[in-house]
């Protein structure tokens, strides 16, 4: 059983020769309990007591040798497995090469289903920034992914009626001239996708590139921020002409 977990065959021999016995072995006692060789039962041994699979004692001068009993080898044995389970999965994954290479989509209806698929696949977050009309087609899935206990924020321009609570609406003023039509959608913090329109057609990048990533996940708090201080001190902003002037270039 033993030579299953990686133990060699004269180690075997010898911890069941001491597992067994009731009382404590010398090697002498060990060479003839287990059969191996007197030439190598100290190196057996040896490599036994470095795998904390036997205990040592010396008694008048005399080396004693017990085994680790069954049931704390059954649990040593556990544990290890367990560690190296862990270990082999930090090696993958520190194996696994990102790609953080920028990826291009047109057409707009290519651009809908690849996001489905990203809000599909999100595991602990969504960040999502865009107009009602565009996000209300993936509302159900959205409010899907909030109620199995992902964190879902959005920033939309226009209203949005939604169960989900993080949402920052902007609602345009007939000032706000300059607005785009855009769509950003962050993954997990891993993902991310922007789109926007140029003469007339969407077009979007799709990465897993961290600077682009983090960039991104900044600029959907940027919107969240201007938003946010326009509609709580619009009065205030828009009689400042210098700062209203600000605020309507910005694409938000």
């Known amino acids: 059983m033993l030579q299953q977990f990686g133990f060699t065959q004269y180690e075997s021999q010898v911890y069941q020769s001491l597992v067994t016995s009731d009382q404590p072995l010398d090697a002498t006692g060990v060479v003839k309990g287990s059969g191996v060789p007197r030439a190598k039962v100290y190196e057996v041994l040896h490599r036994l007591a470095e795998k904390g699979m036997i205990l040592e004692s010396t008694v008048e001068k005399k080396r004693l040798y017990s085994a680790l009993p069954v049931e704390s080898a059954i649990e040593k044995l556990k544990a290890d497995f367990e560690t190296n389970v862990q270990q082999l999965r930090e090696a993958k994954s520190k194996q696994t090469i990102t790609d953080d290479?920028?990826?291009?989509?047109?057409?707009?209806?290519s651009i809908q289903s690849l996001?489905?698929?990203m809000l599909d696949g999100a595991e602990q977050s969504?960040?999502?920034?865009g107009w009602s009309d565009d996000l209300s087609s993936?509302?159900?899935?959205?409010e899907k992914k909030y109620n199995d206990g992902i964190d879902v924020k959005i920033h939309v321009i226009g209203?949005?009626?939604t169960v989900i609570p993080d949402v920052s609406t902007l609602l345009p003023d007939t000032q706000h001239g300059t607005l785009e039509r855009s769509r950003?959608?962050?993954i997990d913090q891993q993902e991310?996708?922007?789109?926007?329109?140029?003469?007339?057609?969407?077009?979007a990048i799709r990465t897993r590139s961290k600077p682009l990533v983090k960039f991104f996940t900044e600029f959907f708090y940027h919107d969240v921020a201007l938003t946010e201080i326009t509609r709580k001190y619009k009065d205030m902003v828009m009689e400042d002409k210098a700062v209203r002037d600000v605020l309507l270039n910005l694409r938000y």
């Open 101 to 109: 290479r920028v990826w291009t989509l047109k057409d707009n209806q």
């Open 115 to 117: 996001m489905k698929g």
């Open 126 to 129: 969504v960040i999502l920034s």
């Open 138 to 142: 993936h509302l159900p899935l959205l």
């Open 159 to 161: 209203e949005l009626s």
């Open 184 to 186: 950003i959608l962050i």
């Open 192 to 203: 991310m996708l922007f789109a926007g329109i140029e003469d007339t057609v969407w077009q």
